[in-house]
């Protein structure tokens, strides 16, 4: 019988099944090994296939609290793991895993992907995860003694790969594929995503901050990296001006689409309509949803003012509450080299590396601090296009300045209280 | 429900504080350690013999003697 | 010395000629079949981009296998999508029957997890997840475990254009959330349900009691300066696990009373609706590898009655919008229970007022 | 010229002028007074109309706090006022208010007006507001030396009045017309709010709660007595099943109004349908919002199961914000003599009187504790119409009860945890 | 001993004889013309319903001169509505006529302040308001001048039905709201804007310190223990006066900076939308009595600007949910500034949540 039972359940059923993979990679390093190709971990791969069986056993995680110091000079990129039962499994009683810094929107040459392979398969247990969450290449599982020969390795290879972020830190930013295939995108995500990373690869690398910053780039309202959920900082592609439309093109779809109930009745603004011949937008009311873009992409697409908003905030519900970015600047430009939005960053940085609290995400101070502070912070003034609706409290606070001279404030400064 | 009782020394307890200052039922409560229920009795009893008396200036109300609260309208009345 | 902060790779290496040649250029794009998308640019250039569905999790042995294929498929290029999903790019039509084959046959994974506005009929994509019992060591329940058996139960969406509408479904093994499961149309998230029972002696050792106690979201904590332990307050205990994060010393995993809730309706997207997050819509499901018989069968049924009730387009939660959250209880036959009403006092509903979307006017 | 001459502007235009009804009881009493008749205070309308004339030059009220015994026994009813030009007017150093309670619907018979009318000529300033924001009959201005008889003589009246509600009390309930004239109603307002004013005399003349505590009565959703914003406990008719169709005088408004634009249209959720000829309802997606209804009131009404909801919270912003109530009980039946809504009440009270802060509503008390530990108060399970969305967040509380047995729950209990 | 407790006289002393007759049998209503509602009940007896404008604020003389006209007219009957006009029953049409004559040129109360759904043209009713400098000790504006200053402008909509749906307009003179702002289409609420000055005699005699350092909600307050007063953090003020309300050493009270707010969109019927809070749009106006012109510009501005472009039944909220915020201060004319960004912290949001409305479905 076999020695994992319960996990083999999962190698049935038509999905690609994660027990083979590591079955898979057991058997081949095994076998690799006895071969005599040098390989540290030959072993860990199917230590966690057992380990992984005692844990669908027992209901209950085998992993403890990792703590690593990572590679020379960086603070962070590695996750440390120690197995709770490291007696009985040596083979994964360490079980670190590197974050590797993907490249802008996912895209690989099959050489950079063997390097990679290579890596691993040499200092690790030959396993990973494309990608993590956050969009890093996880290089699962090895030892604390493998982490700097790994990372010298990554930075020898042709196509050579550095650390992501991990800790209080900046984490890896990401983009959608954007320009790279995308015809909706309204600025380039994949270069100002590189330029960021390029940028701050002190910040990435040296964990000094209260906690985890994290940037998307989507180049568009679809958000296809989720960078309103997920991202303290998302810069998503939008545009001000009309919607471009190819009448021509809506006739092609006019012969076989529903326009009326599928595009006019779901635009969120009533802003589209269609008389069986033409289709209006009326810019001042469309809100830029994408929805008519999304269902007539032959026929219709951005306007040719382009940007991107910035939303500042979104995480998930440790501590206060799950948040979705708020808007802080509605529109932007995005321009080589990005001078602008790297002061937006440097200032929203430095404002909370100097007044967030330990374990306080930047969108949960703006909540303690106020908006009206974070946009003072940014150099930004308001604009009603950061609110839902405007405050339903009259508890304004007003500063000195904005008064009247009369005797009350007169008193109150004699009284050294202003 | 029950009908509540208390002794005249607890009465007396309670009445020595509310010439004290103006007080919240709550506040009464915990300083002389009798059931709040019971403090409202006796309060309300005293109220009705005319010892004690409310006291509020509309929106939250306070308990106190009558005499207290005659000097405190006094102070109010002269600002 | 050796090298550092040299960051990734720039992407511009490794762009397909076809894509590099037309960056920015794209024309349109049209679903040919569930997993096949055609893509043309301005100059005339076409490009199938072809998607594949992956357990996340890959042996650096199918990373090559998958190498293989993009040198004869692909001209040597390949990428993932932000669901885990692998593409390849083929420039004749011809060869991408050959390319799903190929996959299909030699790695075993699915054509599909597109999904087509112009139609309006949807995939189901990846679910996007996280550690669970592989790496971490907070999960209440596995995520690797859970992910597959719930694929392979709505498999056919993955290879199909069945739904009515996009809807995402991802998954995080404890309220950390990794799997930012609080913007997901269906979200699968692993809750503990017992507080933690203090254990002294690694307090002692590996604990900073101050700022563990400071961890705690609701003040359940109080250092036991005597004692030099911690004590909680179970009645304020939420059962986060942000103390055990910061302290080994406070275990709260209970193999019995560990489990999933599941949220539905979060939304991401600003088409139509705006953003969404996710709510709790059951609030427990036990543990029960190595398949969540129990967990498959509410997913499953939530996503099929929304698919059998939704119109075109219309996500979960804009079906919710339309009919309404009773209506959502009656039809899927999930409980309303009062563990559903939220009473997480220090959340920041500060949102409820501030625009958390790009719809705008000018 | 006129001693007056900045609230003099007030007398012109076309709107009523409150200066007009100051200077008109000002003449009066003075006049009255002067051919003998026994007014206590004849000055004090003239005097208000003074000091209002120094408040519009200052731009400040010349008010200050407050504070009185009220009459024999009560503990509110009286709002205590005193001028701080006490010296300088001495018409109006004490100008206190007292609090009549109303009749339900605020209904009067000329009579009783009379009577009300004699008394505050009498005893008071000779003027009143009709009514006050709670809905009581506020008669302005009387020195303190004047609540008693005056409350005396109010109770001796043919129609007599009392006092209503002020201070840490519950106050003066209030209800709209309901069955006396709207044909909306869906349960009788004025007998409930009778019958609930009637029950509470004592909480509503003896302050001993943690703060005030209004109950509101409106007969259907259109909430013509605002209780939703403006009551802490609001009880609005509401009813279950279909709403009743006249299809004949469907027809008759068919004739001239635009239904499919002013009532289809209009329907929150789409649950009413017209084809020309016939008017539909979907009974269950109808919210019962009254729109229908209320365009149509010859043709729709309320349906047969009628009862009412219950809201709970409602109050302006001080100190936690502005609440509109919450549903706490989404559908009741109101029948006489009122039991269950009573002991809905009883429990309310209690639990608020017991565990409530000071100055804390009941709404910032259900906020601080969690609406399910006030539904358990009440004695009712959750309802899915509590909450426009489920909660957002994982971070529920699970009772012991609600446990699976298992070692570790035997370590909580054998460590005293649980 | 004297009688207490005997509660207000039970209402069916005080109905006319066929309100008692029909109470809770009747059939349907019509506004005949602004002012006057004719009600059916399902006896076939018909009344008629009359009503008019006042300024709240009634000398015991004029109520006299009503009742004279009631017993006249209304068989020695009336009403108040909820917002403070008076109303007659009139059982034959031909007196309504002579009845609104005689109130209005005995009484010069105008008739009108209804609004007729069925039609869907609206009159604009009485402003629900305060006490102000009439009696208040803590407002920031007066009440009775601005509403008599605002009617004066808007009489015309009193007196007729040219609204396009319901506009309620009310008035609190103060943050308590008494006025019950909180939720009017337009509303104005007074507010001060400068800390409060300790007067630390005055808090020696009168204060209770502790439980007005207790009231400040923004924690602004801390005791002077040695001092015996208290000392304000003026950073963290926001001029709520509640500390005045405590004690009243504590006066905030600035003429030259006092001043009104202006807030819009709010809703409490379930009409169709559900109900809404309103939202400040003018974050201070100065006081300039004795007619406040610039206040009341604003008022009309906002009033007239809806009018002019909502439809029909759409009451300011949904109309500004049709057309955007953006838009709202586009058209008004009114300026956005970060005042109007929401930071009060301490608000429970959870409403964003628990439903504020009637509307459900079975
Ligand atoms: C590896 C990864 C999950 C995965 O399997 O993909 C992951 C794993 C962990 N996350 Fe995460 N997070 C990962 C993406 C996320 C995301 C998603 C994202 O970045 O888009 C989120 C939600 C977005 C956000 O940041 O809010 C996320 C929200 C958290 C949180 C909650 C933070 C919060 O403010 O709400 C924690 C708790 C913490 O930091 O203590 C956390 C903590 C952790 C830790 C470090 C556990 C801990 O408490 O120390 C996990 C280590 C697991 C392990 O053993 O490997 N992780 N984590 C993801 C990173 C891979 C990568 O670099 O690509
Ligand atoms: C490849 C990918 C971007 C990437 O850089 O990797 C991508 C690609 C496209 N997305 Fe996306 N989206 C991708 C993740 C997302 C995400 C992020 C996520 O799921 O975590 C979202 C937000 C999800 C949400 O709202 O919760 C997302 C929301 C959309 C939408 C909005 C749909 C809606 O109705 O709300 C569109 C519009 C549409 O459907 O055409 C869209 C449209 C598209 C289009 C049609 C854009 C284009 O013109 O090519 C792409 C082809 C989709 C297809 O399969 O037919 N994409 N898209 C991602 C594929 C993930 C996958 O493997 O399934
Ligand atoms: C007289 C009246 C205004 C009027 O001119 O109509 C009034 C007058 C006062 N109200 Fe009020 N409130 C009056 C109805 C309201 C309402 C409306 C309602 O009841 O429908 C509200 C809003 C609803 C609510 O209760 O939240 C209201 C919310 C307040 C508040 C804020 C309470 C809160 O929790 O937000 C305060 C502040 C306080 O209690 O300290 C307050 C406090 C006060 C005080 C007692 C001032 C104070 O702080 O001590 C005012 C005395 C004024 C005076 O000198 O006569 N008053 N007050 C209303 C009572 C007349 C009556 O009995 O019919
Ligand atoms: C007399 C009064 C009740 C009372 O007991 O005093 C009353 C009477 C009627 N209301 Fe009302 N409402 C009265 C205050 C209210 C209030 C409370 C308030 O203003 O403070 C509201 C809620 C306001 C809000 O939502 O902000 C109110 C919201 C309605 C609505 C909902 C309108 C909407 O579109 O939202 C209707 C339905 C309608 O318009 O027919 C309504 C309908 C009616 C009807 C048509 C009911 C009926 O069948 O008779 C009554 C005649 C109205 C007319 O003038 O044509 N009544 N009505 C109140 C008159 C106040 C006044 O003098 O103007
Ligand atoms: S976010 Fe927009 S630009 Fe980026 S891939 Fe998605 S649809 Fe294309
Ligand atoms: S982008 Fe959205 S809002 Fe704009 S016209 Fe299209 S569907 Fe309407
Ligand atoms: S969701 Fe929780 S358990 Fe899962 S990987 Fe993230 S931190 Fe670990
Ligand atoms: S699990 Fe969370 S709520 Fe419970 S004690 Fe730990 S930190 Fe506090
Ligand atoms: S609340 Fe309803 S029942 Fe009462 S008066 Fe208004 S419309 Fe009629
Ligand atoms: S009452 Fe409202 S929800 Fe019901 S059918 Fe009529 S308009 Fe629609
Ligand atoms: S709103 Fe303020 S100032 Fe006006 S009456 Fe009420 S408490 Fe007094
Ligand atoms: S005015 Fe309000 S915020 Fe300012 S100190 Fe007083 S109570 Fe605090």
């Known amino acids: 019988m076999s ?77 440390g793991r120690y197995s709770d039962l490291g007696d009985k499994l040596p083979e994964v009683e360490h079980f670190h895993t590197m974050r590797i810094n993907m490249p802008a929107g996912w895209f690989y040459s099959t050489k950079a992907l063997r390097g990679l392979c290579d890596v691993w398969e040499k200092w690790g247990s030959g396993l990973t995860n494309m990608h993590g969450s956050t969009g890093d290449i996880i290089f699962l599982g090895t030892r604390s003694e493998y982490l700097q020969p790994s990372f010298e390795d990554l930075g020898k290879l042709e196509i050579p790969f550095d650390l992501g972020g991990s800790g209080s830190a900046l984490r890896t930013p990401s983009a959608c594929m954007g320009p790279a295939l995308c015809e909706f995108s309204c600025y380039d995500t994949l270069d100002l995503c590189y330029d960021l990373t390029m940028t701050y690869q002190n910040e990435l690398h040296r964990p000094m ?15 296809c990296v989720a960078s309103k959920a997920r991202a303290d900082f998302a810069i998503i592609g939008t545009w001000k001006d009309e919607i471009q439309i190819d009448d021509e093109a809506v006739k092609e779809y006019a012969k076989w689409m529903d ?57 998930a519900p440790v501590l206060e509450g799950a948040i979705i970015g708020w808007v802080t600047i509605p529109f932007i430009e995005i321009r080589k080299p990005y001078d602008e939005i790297k002061e937006i960053l440097n200032a929203t940085l430095e404002w909370w590396d100097e007044e967030g609290k330990f374990r306080e995400r930047v969108g949960e101070m703006i909540w303690r601090k106020g908006m009206r502070e974070y946009l003072k912070v940014i150099g930004k003034s308001a604009d009603v296009r950061i609110v839902k609706a405007p405050r339903n409290n009259p508890f304004m606070f007003f500063k000195k300045e904005e008064l009247r001279p009369s005797p009350f404030v007169e008193e109150l400064k004699k009284r050294g209280m202003f | 429900m029950a009908e509540v009782t208390y002794t005249e020394e607890e009465k007396k307890k309670v009445l020595e504080q509310l010439s004290k200052k103006t007080w919240k039922i709550p506040e009464l409560a915990k300083i002389t350690q009798l059931d709040k229920a019971k403090v409202k009795k006796i309060v309300q009893d005293l109220i009705d013999e005319g010892i004690a008396g409310y006291w509020s200036a509309g929106s939250t109300a306070y308990v106190a003697t009558k005499q207290y609260i005659e000097e405190l309208e006094k102070k109010r009345a002269q600002g | 010395m050796v090298k550092t902060d040299f960051g990734p790779p720039k992407y511009d290496l ?105 139609t309006g009929k949807y995939g189901l994509s990846n679910i996007v997840h996280t550690q669970g019992w592989i790496h971490c060591h907070t999960p209440a329940i596995d995520a690797s475990g859970i992910v597959k058996a719930v694929m392979d139960e709505l498999y056919e969406y993955f290879i199909d254009h069945k739904l009515p509408a996009m809807c995402r479904i991802s998954l995080a093994c404890c309220a950390n959330m990794c799997g930012a499961v609080h913007a997901s149309d269906i979200a699968i998230v692993g809750i503990h349900r017992t507080p933690p029972l203090p254990d002294d002696d690694a307090i002692r050792r590996t604990c900073e009691i101050p700022s563990t106690v400071a961890a705690c979201p609701t003040g359940a904590l109080k250092p036991d300066m005597k004692a030099k332990t911690i004590k909680v307050d ?63 069968k509410y997913i499953k049924q939530i996503l099929e009655t929304w698919a059998n009730n939704a119109r075109k387009h219309e996500r979960l939660i804009e079906w919710v919008d339309r009919i309404g959250w009773e209506r959502f209880f009656e039809l899927t036959g999930l409980e309303f229970t009062d563990h559903l009403i939220d009473d997480y006092r220090i959340t920041p509903y500060i949102y409820g007022e501030l625009r958390t979307s790009t719809q705008f006017r000018w």
């Open chain 3, 14 to 118: 490794m762009l397909h000629p076809v894509i590099k040649k037309n960056y920015g250029k794209w024309k349109f794009h049209e679903v040919v079949k569930p997993g096949v998308i055609r893509r043309v640019a301005e100059s005339g250039d076409e490009i199938y981009v072809v998607r594949f569905g992956s357990p996340r999790l890959l042996s650096v042995y199918t990373i090559r296998e998958l190498c293989d294929i993009a040198d004869k498929y692909s001209d040597g290029y390949l990428r993932w999508t932000s669901r885990n999903n692998v593409e390849f790019f083929v420039t004749s039509k011809e060869k991408v029957d050959a390319l799903i084959k190929e996959v299909e046959e030699k790695i075993g994974f699915p054509c599909g997890g597109t999904w087509d506005a112009v």
């Open chain 1, 3 to 79: 020695e994992t039972p319960l996990v083999d359940e999962l190698e049935k059923g038509p999905w690609p099944s994660f027990v083979k993979e590591i079955k898979k990679t057991a058997e081949n390093m095994e076998k690799l090994a006895s071969e005599g190709k040098d390989l540290k971990l030959p072993k860990t791969a199917r230590g966690l296939l057992k380990l992984l069986e005692i844990s669908y056993k027992d209901k209950k995680t085998h992993w403890k609290h990792g703590g690593i110091v990572s590679v020379v000079g960086y603070g962070g990129g590695v996750i």
């Open chain 1, 209 to 223: 901050y209260p906690y985890k910053f994290k940037i998307k780039c989507s180049g568009c309202p679809n958000d």
């Open chain 1, 259 to 315: 326009i009326e109930n599928e595009v006019v009745k779901l635009c969120p603004t009533k802003a589209i309509s269609w008389n069986g011949k033409e289709l209006k937008i009326d810019a001042k009311n469309c809100v830029r949803c994408m929805h008519c873009i999304n269902k007539m992409p032959k026929a219709l697409k951005p306007g040719k003012e382009r940007g991107a908003t910035i939303l500042v905030g979104g995480k």
């Open chain 3, 234 to 296: 179970v009645e304020k205990c939420m059962y986060c696990g942000n103390c055990y994060t910061m302290c080994p010393g406070m275990p709260l995993f209970d193999p019995e009373n560990d489990g999933a809730a599941i949220m539905v309706g979060g939304k991401i997207s600003d088409a139509r609706r705006m953003p969404e997050l996710s709510k709790v819509v059951v609030p427990w499901v036990p543990n029960e590898p190595p398949r969540w018989p129990t967990l498959v």
